[in-house]
């Protein structure tokens, strides 16, 4: 079983910065992809980055440029950096973890709430 955790949410100004962490109850290299799913009331759940275990990233074209997705090893954390928000980047923020245990699975955490002020 493997758990994660987020946090790092709140509540910040348009223009504003947070990072939000997740950690993970093991090696992060042990899952074949980590990324981070945002979803705003009323819409579904959308991708937002997204790391693979060789470190390669990618993200939402709404996200380019202003959000950073890393990870830390040796905490077994990965991040989410958040520069430039918007009022639209106001949504619930979820980690997510794949890993191939005969058949790949995902692992979610509980999700941290993010809302911009304009």
């Known amino acids: 079983q493997v758990q994660l955790v987020e946090s790092g949410g709140g509540l910040v100004q348009a223009g504003g910065s947070l990072r939000l962490s997740c950690a993970a109850s093991?090696?992060?290299?042990?899952?074949?992809?980590m990324g981070w799913y945002r979803q705003a009331p009323g819409t579904e759940r959308e991708l937002v980055a997204l790391?693979?275990?060789?470190?390669?990233?990618n993200y939402a074209d709404s996200v380019k440029g202003r959000f950073t997705t890393s990870r830390d090893a040796a905490k077994n954390t990965m991040y989410l950096q958040m520069n430039s928000l918007k009022p639209e980047d106001t949504a619930v923020y979820y980690c997510?973890?794949?890993?191939?245990?005969?058949?790949?699975?995902?692992?979610w955490g509980q999700g941290t709430q993010v809302t911009v002020s304009s």
């Open positions: 997510n973890a794949k890993r191939r245990e005969g058949v790949l699975i995902a692992y």
């Open positions: 093991r090696s992060i290299f042990s899952f074949n992809a």
């Open positions: 790391i693979t275990s060789s470190g390669s990233t």
